[in-house]
């Protein structure tokens, strides 16, 4: 069966420091990964999302970039975090090649507070 | 217009009623439709998938699709107090485009 982590659970950083959240996916192989923000209260912001190794899509102009090293590796950075890049992070997976269903499944998420 | 608008609740109904939660979605070409549930402090979980028109039952749950209207719903039938959390829907809008866009979430509160 196929799982999904992401590390760390919780991070509480200071406004300018660097960041670096990963998401790794197991039992499965080149799978569609997707890197998800939702602020306190709100609804799910794509961030970005990837279709392969190397391969990274930004839905939202930011402070933040996203690399895949790996196959199912999945890693969301930032140079210098912004009180406004609070909130919970959410990686996602998709197993299926057709893109007219989508289905995803997201991992546990990292709960980042930046102070 | 949003892509996906959802009422933001809360919701409120006593356990054993059927709970009824819309959404609408603005793009006619979308494709798939899913249903997220997300418990407070948790990540969403998937709980609803359809595809075409009409209804589609899972145990307690049923998700009805009317394209024509660009509308789908959930209905949680013998609603519970562990049916309490927020629904999210959850759709994919634009031709091409490789990721879903969710609803802001409608919180659901069974009362005991």
């Known amino acids: 069966s196929q799982t999904i982590h992401q590390w760390p659970a919780t991070l509480v950083q200071p406004v300018g420091s660097p960041l670096s959240l990963e998401c790794t996916v197991e039992?499965?192989?080149?799978?569609?990964l997707y890197w998800y923000r939702q602020a306190a209260g709100r609804g799910l912001q794509l961030l970005f999302y990837?279709?392969?190794?190397?391969?990274i899509s930004s839905e939202v102009p930011q402070n933040l970039s996203a690399s895949r090293p790996q196959d199912r590796q999945f890693i969301l950075s930032s140079k210098k975090l912004l009180l406004s890049d609070s909130g919970f992070y959410l990686c996602?997976?998709?197993?299926?090649?057709?893109?007219?269903?989508?289905?995803?499944?997201f991992g546990p998420g990292t709960r980042l507070t930046v102070t | 217009q949003k892509e996906v608008e959802q009422n933001s609740g809360p919701l409120s109904v006593p356990e054993g009623a059927i709970a009824s939660l819309n959404c609408t979605y603005s793009d006619r070409v979308s494709q798939s439709f899913f249903w997220y549930r997300q418990y407070s402090g948790k990540s969403p979980e998937l709980i609803m998938s359809?595809?075409?028109?009409g209804d589609k039952e899972d145990g307690r749950f049923t998700a009805q699709l009317n394209k024509a209207s660009q509308y789908v719903s959930l209905l949680i039938r013998d609603s519970q107090p562990s049916d309490s959390a927020t629904y999210l829907c959850a759709v994919n809008v634009g031709t091409g485009r490789r990721a879903l866009t969710f609803g802001s979430g409608t919180r659901l509160q069974v009362q005991p």
């Open positions: 996602a997976w998709n197993p299926i090649r057709d893109w007219n269903r989508m289905e995803q499944y």
């Open positions: 039992g499965t192989s080149n799978p569609n």
């Open positions: 359809i595809y075409s028109n």
């Open positions: 990837s279709v392969g190794i190397g391969q």
